[in-house]
Every structure is written in structure tokens, then in C-alpha cells.
């Protein structure tokens, strides 16, 4: 059983930075991409950033390339997001999610690739 925490989220102002964690369990938390998703209200869900069972190499949506930075601790079986300047359009319930199967060495970058979620944790950017 995989379960997924995540912490960190909040308010904050336009320009101003969040660091999002994931904490997973389970012991093939190294076998797997792991990404975050986000789901702004009326919105369908977007994929915002993956990375690889190594934590190497890593995959963004446009709109957060050079702002956001997604890592990995394997050694604490966690995951990160690093935000900086932050934008209302940022604004959104964020889902930490482990990938479906093995990706190697493609990454998975649309939500149906992953079937087990966090249960999200709010971002608001005010402007």
C-alpha cells in the first residue's frame, strides 16, 4: 500500500515562494517517477513537473519552467517542489502522485500516467 502526504502549501504574495514535500511509504518508492499535479477550481487537472526514480532527470509544464523546481530525497522517500515566483495563475490544490508503472527513460507528463495520489494541499498566490 503506497500512501502519499503532502505539506507545505499556503498564501502567499505574487513574486514570493512555497516548498511543497511529499512523504511516501512504502518500500518501491525508488522504482518510480514520481510528479506533482495541480487542479485550479473549475479546472481539470494539470501535470506541473516529474521526476525519474534517480532523481535525474526531470520534466515541467512550460508555464513553471525556470520558476519551479521539482527533487527527490530517496533516502527519506520524499518529494519536493520548489517554487519561486509565484503567480496567482500558480494558484491550486497540489497533488503529489507516484507514477502508474516503471518509466525509463521517458517521463510520465499527464495525470492518467499516475495512479496513486496524495490528498493535495492548497496554494493560493494573492496579487
Known amino acids: 500500500q503506497v500512501q502519499l502526504v503532502e505539506s507545505g502549501g499556503g498564501l502567499v504574495q505574487a513574486g514570493g515562494s512555497l516548498r511543497l514535500s511529499c512523504a511516501a511509504s512504502?518500500?518501491?518508492?525508488?522504482?518510480?517517477?514520481m510528479g506533482w499535479i495541480r487542479q485550479a477550481p473549475g479546472k481539470e487537472r494539470e501535470f506541473v513537473a516529474a521526476?525519474?526514480?534517480?532523481?535525474?532527470?526531470?520534466s515541467y509544464v512550460d508555464s513553471v519552467k525556470g520558476r519551479f523546481t521539482i527533487s527527490r530525497d530517496n533516502g527519506k522517500n520524499t518529494v519536493y517542489l520548489q517554487m519561486n515566483s509565484l503567480k496567482p495563475e500558480d494558484s491550486a490544490v497540489y497533488y503529489c502522485a507516484r507514477a502508474a508503472r516503471i518509466f525509463n527513460p521517458v517521463l510520465p507528463i499527464t495525470p492518467e500516467l499516475y495512479n496513486y495520489w496524495g490528498q493535495g494541499t492548497q496554494v493560493t498566490v494573492s496579487s
Open positions: 521526476v525519474n526514480r534517480s532523481g535525474g532527470p526531470t
Open positions: 512504502g518500500r518501491t518508492f525508488t522504482s518510480y517517477a
